[in-house]
């Protein structure tokens, strides 16, 4: 074997490459083991909160008077959540504590997740509120008048 055979990059491009080659080259497995693992690390940020690896789904809008924060914590209560607001940021912080019972041996973890979301100027972190209903974390925080104030509205024409 040539060392040009070990390079899939290096060969004719015009020519077919034979699937059964391909998967005995050292270097072809290689890379598809590093595309792997690079998939499998950004393939996390889209796992669901069931997971807790990587935080709940959290969905941010906002409206003329205030910025909304909506964050999703199935199987939490009240309690297992903490909601702190400073000038410029939002934070949420959970734990929910497993326990399993299996052939008279109990097991208990606790996962926990800490969600950081910066606030923008002209939010009044005083009139903060947060509410939890069907497991669903909702923080309202109002914009102060100044802020109301400097917002202009632009037309948008058609061309």
Not at 126 to 137: C, N, P, Q
Request: proline residues 6%.
């Amino acid at each position: 074997m040539a060392f040009s055979d070990l390079i899939p990059w290096g060969r004719d491009r015009n020519q077919v490459s034979d699937r059964r080659r391909d998967d005995d080259n050292p270097m072809v497995s290689l890379q598809r083991d590093l595309n792997r693992v690079f998939e499998d690390f950004w393939g996390r940020f889209d796992s669901p909160f069931g997971s807790m690896s990587t935080g709940p789904r959290t969905d941010i809008s906002e409206t003329d008077d205030a910025m909304q924060v909506a964050v999703d914590l199935p199987g939490l209560d009240e309690k297992d959540i903490e909601v702190n607001v400073t000038d410029d940021m939002l934070t949420i912080r959970g734990e929910r504590e497993e326990k399993s019972d299996k052939d008279g041996f109990t097991s208990q973890s606790r996962r926990s997740f800490h969600r950081m979301i910066p606030v923008p100027p002209g939010v009044d972190a005083d009139k903060a509120e947060a509410e939890f209903k069907r497991g669903v974390l909702t923080v309202t925080l109002p914009k102060t008048e100044e802020a109301k104030a400097r917002v202009k509205r632009i037309d948008v024409k058609s061309g």
